[in-house]
């Protein structure tokens, strides 16, 4: 056998001539120069795998808190702008503490250490944050002080770390980075619409100046930082943890209404439709961008359970941005429709009957009643409106068939974890109760309806 040439090997003859070889070389030309692009990596770091990790971790929890700050804000931010754009954001921040916390994983520190993290001075700056006058105090001290502050804190890491050792560090700041612009962007933006709006501006300014203080009080976010004197009192202070809004709030912008969950008896036929087909449409369209309460329920859900491990924040933001693009899908599609999107009345009883059931029951029931449900019925929509070629609807509802398969599944997951159960059995007839008994409350059925409600009657009712 012979290869470029050369006899085959003979035992040792090769091993003996190796470093001597023409072979050596490969194949292909010698290069008269060796010009490659080079590498101007600086060698050696200013941290220890150890200083590292500490850093890290600051900025996982950060990252954690903030996702968990914006999701407690969902339901008191009525702006749908805002509304949408915290629902995206808190995946972004999810992705960014995901991707930090498998760096730590790789940094000799535990995924279970990093989700037991906690920093009592870090939590009091987000307890500070959280009581936020209003939603523009909020967004102003989020994406006007936090935002930019983490921004500078992950450019200086990349920058002091060793950029050969710490490459995947480097790397994944770099990826993260790229959702900050977008959002400090933004960000910028919102304020800005914020004091056209009406707020006033120095008052915005004077939060901020606020929120910034008692950060650099802490040495910033590394916590390494010349320490500053304190704010002399916070809002926060001697109060318990913020609790969030128990009103879907929407901007006066909406309609709503919520003693009824048809459409049809809330329009008292204002609406005409010239087929059943057209009026099934509008109805799912509808439903759809009334899922800003499924941003909102997730959202209640991701603030209020705790002692869970990141995954569950993960799976959860994810769910929140996909309700959200189905939020923008159904607001979209009704303008595909011809019509104002603020025209077409929003609906509020779900999230009215779950605004106040414990978040582990408003889990269960938007999981295993809602969406099971919706599941079912975008799938029959999406096949309807294909045979009808209406493709922009039809495929609209197909990815929102998929999205909604996942959530079943990530939902069951967790739910079995958080109820400690493997039984959904279990965990539906417990929801069913407590979901009736709400809906006894409120006057919306009657005992004799209560006694009898079946599973699909109570998806209908209340919904995703
Ligand atoms: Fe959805
Ligand atoms: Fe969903």
New binding site residues.
């Given amino acids: 056998m012979e290869r470029n040439g050369h006899p085959a090997d003979t035992h040792g003859e090769m091993e003996n001539s190796w470093s001597n070889t023409p072979e050596l070389r490969g194949i292909g030309v010698p290069l008269a120069k060796y010009n490659f692009p080079k590498d101007q990596r600086r060698l050696g770091g200013d941290f220890s795998v150890e200083e590292n990790a500490k850093r890290l971790l600051r900025f996982f929890y950060f990252e954690r808190n903030i996702l968990r700050a914006l999701a407690g804000w969902s339901m008191g931010t009525p702006e749908f702008e805002v509304k949408v754009e915290f629902g995206r954001h808190i995946y972004w921040h999810a992705e960014a503490g995901m991707k930090i916390r498998t760096r730590l994983s790789e940094l000799r520190t535990a995924e279970e250490t990093t989700d037991k993290f906690q920093s009592a001075e870090i939590a009091e700056l987000f307890s500070e944050l959280l009581y936020s006058e209003t939603p523009a105090h909020l967004v102003a001290a989020l994406y006007g002080v936090f935002l930019p502050h983490l921004k500078q804190a992950y450019l200086e890491h990349s920058a002091h770390t060793d950029q050969v050792a710490d490459a995947p560090t480097v790397r994944m700041i770099r990826h993260i980075l790229s959702d900050y612009e977008e959002m400090i962007a933004w960000g910028k933006g919102a304020i800005e619409a914020y004091v056209q709006g009406g707020y006033n501006e120095a008052e915005l300014h004077k939060w901020q100046y606020h929120i910034e203080k008692l950060l650099r009080s802490m040495g910033g976010i590394t916590g390494t930082g010349t320490l500053m004197p304190r704010p002399d009192s916070l809002r926060s202070e001697g109060k318990p943890p913020f609790e969030r809004s128990f009103i879907a709030t929407r901007d006066p912008r909406f309609g709503t209404f919520e003693h009824t969950y048809e459409y049809q008896v809330a329009d008292g036929g204002r609406i005409e439709y010239a087929t059943d087909f057209d009026k099934l449409r509008l109805n799912l369209v509808r439903t759809q961008r009334d899922e800003m309460d499924?941003i909102e329920t997730f959202g209640n859900v991701l603030y209020e359970i705790r002692d869970v491990p990141f995954g569950f924040d993960y799976d959860l933001s994810r769910?929140i941005w996909?309700?959200t693009r189905h939020t923008e899908l159904g607001h979209k599609a009704m303008e595909a429709l011809g019509h104002n999107p603020y025209d077409l009345l929003n609906r509020l009883l779900g999230i009215k009957v779950r605004t106040k059931m414990p978040a582990l029951y408003s889990f269960a029931e938007i999981n295993l009643f809602g969406?099971a449900n919706i599941v079912q019925e975008c799938l029959r929509y999406a096949r309807e409106a294909y045979d009808k070629g209406d493709d922009l609807t039809g495929r609209k509802f197909d990815f929102v068939n998929a999205?909604?398969r996942t959530?079943l599944s990530k939902g069951v997951h967790w739910l079995k974890h958080i109820f400690q159960t493997d039984s959904v059995q279990e965990i539906e007839q417990k929801t069913k109760k407590v979901a009736v008994d709400r809906l006894l409350e409120l006057g919306i059925i009657n005992h004799d309806v209560a006694l009898t409600i079946s599973h699909r009657e109570l998806a209908k009712i209340i919904g995703?």
């Fill in positions: 499924a769910i996909d309700e969406e999205d909604e959530h995703e």
